[in-house]
């Protein structure tokens, strides 16, 4: 989706840094959660905060990518929701790669 995305882009005038990620939002805890389950494995998860991670770096409280320039374009490709960008992610790239190569078909 971001490529075709990018390829509409390069088709026009526009100009400047346009965001093109999936629709919706989600917490790493969210992220973690969603993958799990559209891999059908039951884990237990604890969210926890930024701040209890202790990364060495300081990370951003809210660091959502804004697409509003880029869904403001009439033409521009939609973006599905990241869910369903995940579950294509699983089913294009983890799914085949965990059969093997004799298991694939």
Do not use: C
């Not at 400047?16 to 989600?26: E, I, K, L």
């Not at 799990?36 to 409280?61: H, K, N, W």
């Not at 869910?83 to 078909?105: H, K, N």
């Amino acid at each position: 989706h971001v490529a075709r995305a990018i390829r509409f882009l390069v088709t026009t005038d526009a100009y400047g840094t346009y965001h093109v990620v999936n629709t919706g939002s989600a917490t790493w805890y969210e992220l973690a959660a969603e993958l799990f389950r559209q891999a059908g494995l039951a884990v237990s998860l604890t969210p926890i905060t930024t701040g209890e991670y202790g990364a060495r770096a300081p990370r951003p409280a809210y660091s959502v990518l804004d697409t509003t320039k880029y869904h403001r374009m009439a033409e521009a490709p939609p973006m599905p929701p990241w869910q369903d960008g995940l579950a294509e992610y699983l089913s294009a790239v983890i799914r085949p790669a965990a059969l093997g190569p004799q298991e694939q078909g």
